[in-house]
């Protein structure tokens, strides 16, 4: 009995080990059984820097090589024309069990193939340029506006935790309408408090991250309902976004619920909240860290505010797009923290790449290595905003370029993203600022600050007194 155990187990960490497919695998080592490299593909290391457990591996297997991550079957890949290639021809987001548990199984984004497309069309129509331009541009200046001098009151700012409040208020006023200040707070509040453990193994029990996860996730849908819920009662107005789906209920067309309405905001809110804040907040840690990029963005933002003819008027969109070398410096930040993999994918058939096969089902993870290529990229450890100056800046995609991933599922939120992070480095540049010493940025797959990311405003802090707004 016992060696009939023993030869089961032994059969079956040889499977673990040597995964059948249809054809060759790529090389490398699926790891312990269920834990698979899980440990060392997550140890943190520095934003600028491809992780150890990476490098060691494109050493040693070449640039495609399998692996077992969270309970998963992987492969990780750092051919670009491989990753844009998967990221075309794929549809099925490459989350581990854990985000899938956390989006929901009925997640309009993940459901189906028709379901995804008109939750994107319905973002494109919140998040496009012709909204971002009417309405968006007003909403963040103020609030960025407003956050800056409530910093500036105390000295200080934390600069991912306002952008998280700017943001979740910002999406909240165009998903919900008008809201009491204070349930904008609260809302805004119960998100910065959501765990941060995204990728987890999947068990979901307590004690574990998971489970911490899954009880914010109640946390947060019961919150949003609620709200919904009210404002419909009341007969409030609602934000563009509840008025298109109430408009589609009312006009028959039965594509999505309440709830599956609540769910979508709910994922919605979650990546907006994951993403902008942290790379922010990164992009201001490497504005202070090169003077010459400070001096430079010193001068755009002093033009545009000395240009106001009139100084009520907050920030229009033309005087938005007139900030080139803010720009620059969003794509160069982009391109050089981009040290996890921007596409993800399960592949859904065998997928041949010379003489191996990616099998389907497995989880694909793309990695940017083009943004470190000397060939596209001169000095690419170099945080250099110039080298973009004869670049299309409205552009978030190219064969070289990829932070906001590729194919059908690119990022819908990108250029709200950049429009966000520039409106924040605008205010900040109202005043004189700099970043705290102790300040570094991490990566565990998502970015980290362990000692915060504040600024300090100096005692004279208004860089000059005709450069700030009436309020
Ligand atoms: C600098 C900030 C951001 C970065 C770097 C970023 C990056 C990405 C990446 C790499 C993907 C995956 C693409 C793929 O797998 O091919 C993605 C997808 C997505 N992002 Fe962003 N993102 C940012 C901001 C935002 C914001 C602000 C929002 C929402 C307001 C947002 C909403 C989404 C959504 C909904 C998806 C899934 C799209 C789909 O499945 O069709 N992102 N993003």
Redesign the pocket.
Known sequence: MTSLVVVKLFHWIYQWRNPKTNGQLPPGSMGLPIIGETFEFMKPHDVLQFPTFIKERVLRYGPVFRTSLFGSKAIISMDIELNVEI?KANHV?GVTKSIARLFGQNNL?IQSKQS?KHV?NL?LQL?GTQCLKLKMVEDIDLLARTYMEEGVKNGRLDVKETSSKI?IEC?AKKVMGEMEPEAAKELALCWRCFPREWFQFSWNIPGTGVYRMMKARKRMMKLIKEMVLKKRASGEEFGEFFKIIFGEMEGGAEKMSVENAIEYIY??FL??NE??PG?LAATVKLISDHPKVMQELQREHERIVHGKTNKEVGLTWEEYKSMTFTQMVISES?RITSTAP????ITDHDFQVGDYTIPAGWIFMGYANAHFNPEKYDDPLEFNPWRWKREDMGSILSKSYI????????????E??KLQMAIFIHHLFRYRWSMKKETIVLRRFMLMFPCGSHVQFSEDTKVDNSLCYQS
């Open positions: 990221a987001p984004f995804h994107r973002t998040l943001l999406l994922t919605f990546i907006a993403t902008t790379n982009l921007t596409v993800l994918r932070p906001f991933g590729a194919g059908s599922r690119l990022c819908v939120g990108a709200f993203a």
